[in-house]
């Protein structure tokens, strides 16, 4: 069992950036870790994920403005997000996928026009 806390989110202006971090209670070295967004009304869809050999992918609406990064000692993963748009605005989750998948709470990221 593996728990995962996001945090970070918050209020910013178009134009803006947040740091997104996500905390794992156990170790992440096996687990593809990735960030999913879910705008209100729409499903949740994948923003960014880094496999357990650290290679990534990006949605094409982050493409050049999101990083995603893992540090496998210090069992967290991160989301750089830099030149938000309004339509960036969606709770963010992170999630661990191996044999098994587990999700954050979530955490509100707010862009302003």
């Known amino acids: 069992q593996v728990q995962l806390v996001e945090s970070g989110g918050g209020l910013v202006q178009a134009g803006g950036s947040l740091r997104l971090s996500c905390a794992a209670s156990?170790?992440?070295?096996?687990?593809?870790m990735g960030w999913y967004r879910q705008a209100p009304g729409k499903q949740r869809e994948p923003a960014a994920t880094?496999?357990?050999?650290?290679?990534?992918s990006y949605a094409d609406s982050v493409k050049g403005r999101f990083t995603i990064s893992r540090d496998n000692a210090k069992n967290t993963v991160s989301l750089q997000m830099n030149s938000l748009k309004p339509e960036d605005t969606a709770v963010y989750y992170c999630?661990?996928?191996?044999?098994?998948?587990?999700w954050g709470q979530g955490t509100q990221v707010t862009v302003s026009s």
């Open positions: 999630r661990a996928q191996g044999t098994r998948q587990y």
């Open positions: 156990g170790s992440i070295f096996m687990f593809t």
């Open positions: 880094i496999t357990s050999g650290g290679r990534i």
